[in-house]
T-cell receptor, first 114, second 115 residues
Framework: AQSVTQLGSHVSVSEGALVLLRCNYS??????LFWYVQYPNQGLQLLLK??????LVKGINGFEAEFKKSETSFHLTKPSAHMSDAAEYFC????????????FGTGTQLKVEL | GAGVSQSPSNKVTEKGKDVELRCDPI?????LYWYRQSLGQGLEFLIY????????KSGLPSDRFSAERTGGSVSTLTIQRTQQEDSAVYLC?????????????FGQGTRLTVV
């Protein structure tokens, strides 16, 4: 069985500051890893994903995440927060061969302050 | 259409009534997924359709929940004898296939409120 833990249901940063959203997973097999973003009253949008290959993955809007197998982590970062980054962020895993069936974390609400 | 379309966007129903939620996937997408987003539970997988294969129903929470996909396109999620704990946002997603190089595209969801 797979599970995802997102530390911090709410994170607040100043505009221009580093964004760090934490994600740890548990999986019996090496999983595929995803970050999704949900803006208010909108559907989920894929930010980035890791399947194989390079462990540092770059996504849209300046976000990136690094897969660290030894730490079972896939933390999301952005060097400089922008007001438009305020949203809810979900980390998710799927099992290879599992057909894109995703197991999500409980989400982190990111607030960006002036 | 341009994206995954779900209807209705909002549904208020009385406890004990049946409801049907509709999902129109992106044209040509063979895979379709239903998820539920509720306070305190986060996003939960419900059911997955891939082409003509038998659906993966492993996430359905009870036998009051069922889903079908007609003609490999439109899907309907049915909840019978609704309970207050069924109140949630029901999200549908579709993808071109089940390979991991493909992306699942989500609709905006149906917000179900059971009163």
């Amino acid at each position: 069985a797979q599970s995802v833990t997102q530390l911090g249901s709410h994170v607040s940063v100043s505009e221009g500051a580093l964004v760090l959203l934490r994600c740890n997973y548990s999986s019996s097999v090496p999983p595929y890893l995803f970050w999704y973003v949900q803006y208010p009253n909108q559907g989920l949008q894929l930010l980035l994903k890791y399947t194989t290959g390079a462990t540092l993955v770059k996504g849209i809007n300046g976000f990136e995440a690094e897969f660290k197998k030894s730490e079972t982590s896939f933390h999301l970062t952005k060097p400089s927060a922008h007001m438009s980054d305020a949203a809810e962020y979900f980390c998710a895993v799927s099992e290879p061969g599992g057909g894109n069936k995703l197991t999500f974390g409980t989400g982190t609400q990111l607030k960006v302050e002036l | 259409g341009a994206g995954v379309s779900q209807s209705p966007s909002n549904k208020v129903t009385e406890k004990g009534k049946d409801v049907e939620l509709r999902c129109d996937p992106i044209s040509g997408h063979t895979a379709l997924y239903w998820y539920r987003q509720s306070l305190g539970q986060g996003l939960e997988f419900l059911i997955y359709f891939q082409g003509n294969s038998a659906p993966d129903k492993s996430g359905l929470p009870s036998d009051r929940f069922s889903a079908e996909r007609t003609g490999g396109s439109v899907s309907t999620l049915t909840i019978q004898r609704t309970q207050q704990e069924d109140s949630a946002v029901y999200l549908c997603a579709s993808s071109p296939g089940h390979g991991l190089t493909t992306e699942a595209f989500f609709g905006q969801g149906t917000r179900l409120t059971v009163v």
